[in-house]
């Protein structure tokens, strides 16, 4: 088979792929906004978020400026409503107000840019161009798209009323292999953080480069709500020993004294899942917490959040080949098998649940079920380079920012790996957002 020929297959494979990415996620776009009336579509169930139609109309709009116009260099489908579905240039509290498309319109807006877009992919040639090879700007759509199908399904979490979403309960563990107190050694050394080679990594993912760690102790799963609940009847949520002086003044001023949608239930908690109210089971991933309070539960424990370079090095780092995987368990993309992914489950499965998905160190639950808070403030990789826009990942570079890892089981398998980073304010918990806990090696511990 010649070069040429080789790659006119590949290219019609890469063609196939894009164009299931694109459906799957137009399917839980579909779903999320279908599932309510226009009246709840176009209200603002709480000002950190948008309304669903904002969300609708504005995947569709990213989808025709850089596939549309930019790939495909083909005149704009509605070029008048840019500024209203700019993100930068109107925030999330202030979109009520603006003149948004009625439901109706906004459908039809994405169903005419998806045609546009099918006949592009048709086309469109894969050349060396950044923005097309590998089909890297169809990728960054997809993932721009499932990435709002998580944000929308928070708002289905803040919206009140009944229930409108319905998923099976995640599985139960497999087998008492993972202690929900269980600790694993992750040795000295060096490792390959980021990548160079996935080709729908997102800029700041990149590029790969060499990280030398110190020898350090990660807990085996996340911490539980059972562990958490610990923590608060120790006082946890009173004892300012625990909290640093922002965290402690944050508590005060929002009054904080459970995770995010918990009540008190007897001498028991509930919370709230899309709707539904039951009781809190002690062996799943706490979640709806914020850095601050993950950072007090740490402090309490005797430990301290990892850094992002820790906990990329015990999701990626095989010890028997000294590479970096793509995922903990390999290189092959999730199966259900491996992670409470892809919003099948609309809520953390307990501790055990995936024995597949560990890493060959032992760790577990590291892809799925919650993102993970570090204590890592969210910068450019060194060499870093912004692509194909500043504002996907540059203008968020500071101190503000705190990084979390590993996706939620609101995340889409595409928007979702070893390297993916996630990023947000220390005091946002409406995300599906959990943490682990880390701790320095002591001399006295050796790899096995």
């Not at 904080?256 to 709230?272: E, F, I, K, N």
């Not at 993970?372 to 912004?386: C, D, K, L, V």
């Not at 203008?395 to 979390?404: E, H, M, N, Q, T």
Request: with cysteine; hydrophobic share 35%.
């Amino acid at each position: 088979m010649s070069a040429r020929s080789r790659g006119h297959v590949d290219g019609e494979q890469l063609r196939d792929r894009i164009a299931v990415e694109l459906a799957r996620a137009r399917s839980r776009t579909t779903l999320l906004t279908e599932v309510v009336d226009d009246a709840d579509l176009m209200r603002q169930h709480s000002p950190l978020m948008s309304p669903l139609v904002w969300d609708l109309a504005h995947v569709g709009n990213q989808e025709e400026l850089w596939l549309v116009r930019d790939v495909g260099g083909r005149e704009p489908v509605r070029c008048d409503i840019d500024e209203l579905y700019d993100a930068f240039k109107q925030p999330r509290r202030d979109r009520p107000a603006l003149p948004l498309l009625p439901p109706a319109e906004a459908r039809a807006y994405l169903e005419t840019v998806r045609d546009k877009v099918h006949d592009l992919l048709d086309a469109v040639a894969f050349t060396e161009r950044p923005l097309v090879a590998d089909g890297f700007a169809f990728g960054m759509i997809v993932q721009h798209e499932q990435q709002h199908d998580e944000t929308m399904l928070a708002t289905h979490q803040l919206r009140s009323g009944s229930a409108v979403l319905h998923a099976p309960a995640p599985p139960e563990p497999h087998r008492p292999s993972v202690q929900v107190d269980g600790e694993v050694l992750v040795p000295a050394g060096e490792f390959i953080m980021g990548t160079d080679t996935d080709p729908w990594a997102l800029d700041n993912e990149r590029p790969a480069h060499r990280v030398d760690l110190p020898a350090y102790v990660i807990d085996a799963a996340p911490v539980t709500n059972g562990q958490y609940a610990a923590f608060m009847a120790d006082g946890g949520y009173t004892d300012p020993r625990w909290w640093s002086p922002a965290g402690w003044a944050h508590r005060l001023r929002e009054q904080l004294s459970a995770p995010m949608h918990w009540r008190r239930d007897g001498d028991q908690w509930s919370y709230r899942r899309f709707g539904r109210w039951s009781r809190v089971r002690a062996d799943e991933p706490v979640v709806h917490v914020c850095w601050y309070e993950a950072q007090a539960y740490a402090a309490w424990a005797g430990k301290r959040l990892p850094t992002e370079a820790e906990w990329e090095k015990a999701a990626r780092w095989d010890p028997a080949s000294g590479r970096s995987r793509r995922y903990p368990w390999g290189d092959d993309d999730p199966t259900e098998a491996h992670a409470n992914l892809d919003q099948r489950h609309l809520w953390p499965a307990p501790v055990g649940a995936y024995p597949a998905g560990a890493s060959p160190l032992g760790v577990h639950q590291l892809i799925g079920d919650v993102w993970e808070w570090t204590s890592t403030t969210f910068n450019g990789h060194p060499g870093f380079a912004a692509f194909p826009y500043r504002e996907y990942s540059e203008v968020f570079f500071g101190d503000d920012y705190r990084v979390l890892r590993g996706g939620s089981f609101g995340t889409d398998r595409s928007a979702c790996r070893g390297t993916f980073r996630n990023w947000d304010y220390p005091i946002r918990r409406q995300i599906f957002s959990g943490f682990r806990c880390a701790r320095d090696a002591r001399p006295d511990e050796s790899y096995r």
